[in-house]
């Protein structure tokens, strides 16, 4: 009898998680940021075993690629993408794309190029079994507390990606920038680092994800994403006292391509419409 009623419990409380998932945006929202976010440190740490047999190699980023990949097929997302050819250089290079949330790591795992690393914040060590994959897969940390052991990491890297042939990838902004359709003031690391390394920037802009996610009336449902993979652009002859201003031509020549290829620039529908349309969804 109490086997039956807790079977009974099980199957009424995935049913009703099962009608929140259908009517209820919040719960949806909550439910698939927490699935990926949970997918990516359980796969992370499935994979740990594989890439610590390797050794520390950024070939494990392609282990790390087909562990978390597959959470853009639970989760209904396509990723168009354009302007592949552009990756295919020979020589080393800095990837910097725009940040918005999750979804873009999924984004720079779909078209990460060979001998790729990232650029990551130090406080990802802390994260235990994901900290140590990281490691074992050369992603580079950078201590932005402390500006002369940044600098340090930056001069490192660089040596390294000429030495290695390496593809270094970040998000150079920092700040995820979700509800703005735009880029915000770009950090100067991944700018710093090729200019220091003199090896071109391949600038990938990552659509924006408004139609399908929106944090602030917690809406995250299936959807397409589309990633412009523009010319790299070449920072021989530049030095130090050329970053700012570089790094700003960069975001300047990313952020009309944005709205370009934003569906909600496609569709010719603003963000406040998106909005509004959103809000009678939630409220219908």
Same mark, same amino acid.
């Given at each position: 009898?109490?086997?039956? @009623? ?12 099962? @009608?929140? =998932?259908? =009517?209820?945006?919040?719960?949806? $929202? $909550? ?16 994979? @740990?075993?594989?890439?610590? +047999? ?11 690629? *087909?562990? +978390?990949?597959?959470?853009? $097929? ?10 592949? &050819?552009? +990756?295919?250089?020979?020589?080393? =290079? ?5 940040? &918005?949330?999750?979804? !873009? ?37 950078? %201590? ?14 660089? !040596? ?18 979700? %509800? ?28 924006? $994800?408004?139609?399908? *996610? ?9 959807? /397409?994403?589309?990633? &412009? ?18 790094? !700003?031509?960069?975001? /300047? ?6 709205? /370009? ?5 496609? /569709? ?17």
């Amino acid at each position: 009898m109490a086997q039956s @009623l807790g079977l009974a419990n099980i199957f009424l409380f995935i049913f009703a998680g099962l @009608l929140l =998932y259908h =009517y209820s945006n919040t719960f949806r $929202y $909550y439910f698939r940021v927490c699935f990926l976010n949970i997918w990516m440190f359980n796969m992370t740490s499935l994979a @740990l075993p594989v890439i610590a +047999l390797r050794g520390r190699s950024v070939a494990n980023v392609r282990v790390l690629r *087909f562990a +978390l990949l597959p959470a853009k $097929y639970f989760l209904g997302i396509k990723f168009k993408v354009q302007g592949a &050819q552009n +990756l295919n250089l020979k020589v080393p =290079y800095v990837v910097v794309a725009n940040q &918005q949330c999750n979804v !873009d790591i999924l984004a720079m795992l779909q078209i990460l190029p060979e001998r790729s690393t990232f650029i990551v914040k130090r406080e990802i060590l802390h994260f235990l079994t994901v900290g140590l994959a990281c490691w074992l897969s050369g992603f580079i940390f950078v %201590d932005r507390r402390n500006r002369e052991t940044s600098a340090n990491s930056i001069s490192e890297a660089a !040596d390294a990606m000429v030495r290695d042939n390496l593809r270094i990838c970040m998000f150079p902004e920092g700040t995820r920038d979700i %509800d703005s359709a735009g880029l915000l003031s770009s950090r100067n690391e991944a700018f710093l680092l090729a200019v220091e390394a003199q090896v071109p920037v391949i600038p990938v802009v990552i659509s924006s $994800y408004r139609t399908f *996610f929106n944090e602030r009336i917690k809406k995250f449902t299936s959807g /397409e994403v589309t990633i &412009q993979i523009l010319p790299p652009m070449k920072t021989e002859g530049l030095s130090a006292a050329d970053v700012r201003e570089f790094a !700003d031509r960069v975001r /300047e020549t990313m952020l009309p391509i944005f709205h /370009e290829i934003s569906a909600l620039k496609q /569709e010719g529908v603003t963000e406040e419409d998106a909005d509004q349309a959103a809000n009678r969804q939630v409220s219908s």
